[in-house]
């Protein structure tokens, strides 16, 4: 790839979530002189049908529960072909930087598999990053300690025919300042009840976990040729610091040649949300010169 021009920032989004929750960090960017786009992945964001009895007040959950999901049927190869259309049509204006948080990691890695040649880096905003084929279907040997599984539970949403869909209702925690703050200590501790509200509101309902397949794994011979970065988040309570640093070995045992390059900063798992200006810098020092 060429590397004359300012880098382009392209990015994926992490579970439940679209392109709005990249705004802020965006907007710093620009101020650093740099493009950036956002995707919203299919089944994601405002073009998505999702669930009306979502946006309703009260909440109807009866309906919720018998909505149909945007998201079922949607494979990790629809992502993928998303994310490469985006990327073959940004190529032409300069270098390509592509960028991932948390689930979405896993599409990140499977884009960089299957086009190494239009990437000039990938990184992870502590994003999955699996390194070999057992961490999709073995217990990682890891102690994960986060607090997002007990409080995703409170707010799961069981639906029929589910096929790998969860649905979670992120606005419950809107009536309920308990699972209001158990949910915000998980996912953006440092940050505002204001901002955190504003994440609520841009959360989708569903996310597809069967995109959690072999597809996803890093292969040393096309994803291995791309420089990775992996930004450890080591107030992230959702993705705690220990996993993080299991999968960056796992990574570079699979490319001891090409290890990631890594950097930490004191944040949240969504810290590019309420704090973005520190990944704003960071991701700058990052671009080719």
């Known amino acids: 790839m060429s590397t004359t021009h300012r880098p382009t920032f392209v990015f994926v989004p992490g579970g439940s979530s679209n392109a709005r929750a990249w705004g802020p960090l965006q907007n710093e960017l620009a ?8 995707v919203d992945l299919p089944g994601h964001g405002d073009g998505a049908d999702h669930p009306a009895a ?14 149909p999901s945007p998201m079922r049927g949607v494979t990790l190869r629809d992502n993928v072909r998303h994310v490469v259309d985006v990327l073959r049509g940004l190529a032409p204006s300069g270098p390509l930087v592509l960028v991932g948080n948390s689930f979405g990691g896993l599409t990140v890695t499977a884009v960089a598999n299957a086009v190494p040649e239009l990437l000039d880096r990938v990184v992870y905003l502590s994003a999955a990053c699996l ?6 279907t073995d217990a990682w040997d890891v102690v994960d300690d986060n607090l997002l599984d007990a409080a995703a539970a409170r707010i799961a949403v069981p639906i029929p025919d589910a096929q790998g869909v969860v649905r979670l209702n992120w606005r419950a925690a809107h009536a309920d300042p308990g699972l209001f703050a158990q949910l915000k200590e998980a996912v953006m501790a440092d940050g505002t009840d ?9 959360m989708d309902p569903d996310e597809n976990h069967a995109v959690l397949e072999e597809g996803a794994v890093a292969r040393a011979e096309s994803w291995g040729r791309v420089p990775h970065t992996f930004v450890r988040l080591s107030e992230d ?52 010169r």
């Open 31 to 38: 101020l650093h002189g740099h493009r950036s786009y956002a």
């Open 54 to 67: 979502y946006y309703r007040q009260p909440q109807d959950l009866a309906a919720l529960a018998a909505a």
């Open 131 to 136: 390194g070999d084929p057992s961490m999709v």
């Open 194 to 202: 204001h901002q955190f509200r504003m994440l609520l509101d841009s």
């Open 237 to 288: 309570r959702s993705m705690p610091p220990a996993v993080q640093d299991y999968m960056i070995r796992t990574a570079d045992a699979l490319t001891p040649h090409n290890p990631f390059d890594v950097h930490t900063l004191a944040a949240s798992h969504v810290g590019y949300f309420s704090r973005p200006r520190p990944f704003a810098e960071l991701l700058t020092s990052l671009a080719p």
